[in-house]
């Protein structure tokens, strides 16, 4: 069994150097994951904003209109679509670099996900904190920035780590538009050995390394956001 092992492994990772489809692979995926989660955070950080604002004060109505189609559009369609979609008709008559595209994609689908959390977060903080914040002088931004997203944000962190590790793997449909992501990267290791399990396998095992160590470090945040509290 072990002659075979490193048979196998030596003929997936070693021979023709293809190690380097899953290291190049990996680079892709976390370039990709950490721009569109920025993108993601940006443009859902807005609309929700604009959400909030028109649901607490009944003003930016027709912004919020535009909001309320963008996340119906966005959360009712598969991300894979979306990619498509931006590539082969948004992009189809341009030259652009394929990760831009990917990022774009993800990044717009992330947003519409990170809104409806950060609302929720606003949504879920007392009114009266708002009246509070008037009291002491406050305008409704400086009320919003100072005393309500501080709370929003402490309250919505979970959902906004589960919503990275979600993009982390969604990213995996990258190879769709000929990115060479982690996922596409063992898929070609895959098709050169016809050997399926070990390439696969290693994507899998540095996907969930990948989670496990994103998992800690938001844990030991929430940790410190709540001894904060105290």
């Known amino acids: 069994m072990s002659e075979k092992f490193r048979a196998d492994f030596y003929q997936n990772?070693?021979?023709?150097?293809?190690?380097?489809?899953?290291?190049?692979?990996?680079?892709?995926?976390?370039?990709?994951?950490?721009?569109?989660?920025?993108?993601?955070?940006a443009l859902g950080f807005l609309v929700a904003i604009i959400r909030s604002t028109f649901?607490?004060?009944?003003?930016?109505?027709?912004?919020?209109?535009?909001?309320?189609?963008?996340?119906?559009?966005?959360?009712?369609?598969?991300?894979?679509?979306?990619?498509?979609?931006?590539?082969?008709?948004?992009?189809?008559?341009?030259?652009?670099?394929?990760?831009?595209?990917?990022?774009?994609?993800?990044?717009?689908?992330?947003?519409?996900?990170?809104?409806?959390?950060?609302?929720?977060?606003?949504?879920?903080?007392?009114?009266?904190?708002?009246?509070?914040?008037?009291?002491?002088?406050?305008?409704?931004?400086?009320?919003?920035?100072?005393?309500i997203m501080p709370q929003a944000f402490k309250n919505v962190l979970p959902a906004l780590g589960n919503e990275f590790i979600v993009l982390l793997k969604e990213t995996s449909v990258a190879g769709y538009i000929a990115i060479q992501d982690l996922t596409k990267g063992a898929d070609i290791i895959r098709s050169r050995t016809y050997s399926a399990f070990m390439p696969l396998m290693a994507a899998a095992v540095i996907y969930l390394v990948m989670v496990m160590i994103f998992t800690y470090f938001v844990q030991r945040l929430e940790r410190r956001l709540r001894s904060s509290d105290h």
């Open 55 to 147: 649901e607490k004060t009944g003003k930016l109505k027709l912004l919020n209109l535009l909001c309320r189609v963008y996340l119906t559009v966005i959360r009712g369609t598969p991300v894979l679509i979306q990619l498509l979609l931006i590539y082969f008709v948004v992009f189809g008559s341009v030259r652009i670099d394929k990760s831009l595209v990917a990022i774009l994609a993800f990044g717009i689908n992330s947003g519409a996900y990170v809104a409806e959390i950060f609302r929720s977060g606003i949504m879920s903080i007392d009114n009266g904190q708002l009246e509070a914040g008037r009291s002491l002088g406050f305008n409704y931004s400086q009320t919003m920035i100072y005393i």
């Open 13 to 41: 990772f070693i021979e023709d150097d293809r190690w380097k489809y899953i290291v190049n692979g990996l680079g892709n995926t976390i370039k990709i994951t950490l721009f569109a989660v920025l993108l993601g955070i």
